[in-house]
């Protein structure tokens, strides 16, 4: 079965200190993967997505993502952070089901950030 | 501009009570969706929409119930039937056949009283 694993629910850095959340995605064919980003009490908003070619893809807000097949992860990646930056983080993969795409969502890591 | 207009922002819902949580969009889009939120849980699929008079269950329907009369509007019904209603709801939509890209309302919370 298809699924995306977050395995950090919580991570805190500094500002303008590099950040990493990991991604890891079960899916037996070549997946759709997606970055998107929640501020609290607001709705998602698309990061970067990755569907085939250059496995680093570059988003949003400097944001970019690195997709590994090896490793079946899809971790995204900033070099300095900014306080704005403090919001929830999804990883989500698109999936085939009943004959139509759905994304599946991992269970998100919130991302605090210490001026 | 275009986009998904979700209300109410916040539904207080008492015991044995329906309600009804709306959710509109002028992007054209012929799917939608209707996800909730729980913390530590991510998104998990109510009910989805590919085009109007049809709609699907997702992972986790019951308790809750939706109609697709116009291509603008997709209102979910959280029946008395669902015991644990408290969550933030989420509605989406996007082009049909590409249900990967997304395009997300701001929410609607939902609590007991």
């Known amino acids: 079965a298809q699924s995306v694993t977050q395995p950090d629910i919580h991570i805190t850095v500094s500002e303008g200190a590099s950040l990493e959340l990991r991604c890891n995605y079960s899916?037996?064919?070549?997946?759709?993967l997606f970055w998107y980003v929640q501020s609290p009490g607001q709705g998602l908003q698309l990061l970067l997505k990755?569907?085939?070619?250059?496995?680093l893809v570059q988003g949003i807000k400097g944001f970019e993502a690195e997709f590994k097949r090896s490793q079946s992860s899809f971790n995204l990646r900033k070099p300095s952070v900014h306080w704005s930056d403090a919001a929830e983080y999804f990883c989500a993969v698109g999936a085939l089901s009943g004959g139509y795409n759905k994304l599946i969502f991992g269970a998100g890591t919130r991302l605090a950030v210490h001026p | 501009d275009g986009g998904i207009t979700q209300s109410p922002k916040y539904l207080f819902r008492k015991e044995g009570q329906n309600v009804t949580l709306s959710c509109e969009q002028n992007l054209n889009h012929d799917a939608m969706y209707w996800y909730r939120q729980d913390p530590g849980q991510g998104l998990r699929l109510i009910y989805y929409?590919?085009?109007?008079?049809?709609?699907q269950k997702g992972d986790i329907a019951e308790g809750y119930s939706v109609s697709r009369e116009k291509k603008e509007s997709f209102p979910l019904t959280v029946t008395s039937a669902q015991k644990n209603p408290t969550a933030f709801y989420l509605c989406a939509s996007s082009i049909q056949g590409q249900g990967e890209k997304l395009f997300f309302g701001s929410g609607t919370q939902l609590s007991v009283l």
């Open positions: 929409s590919q085009i109007v008079n049809d709609f």
């Open positions: 899916y037996g064919a070549t997946p759709y």
């Open positions: 990755y569907f085939s070619g250059d496995t």
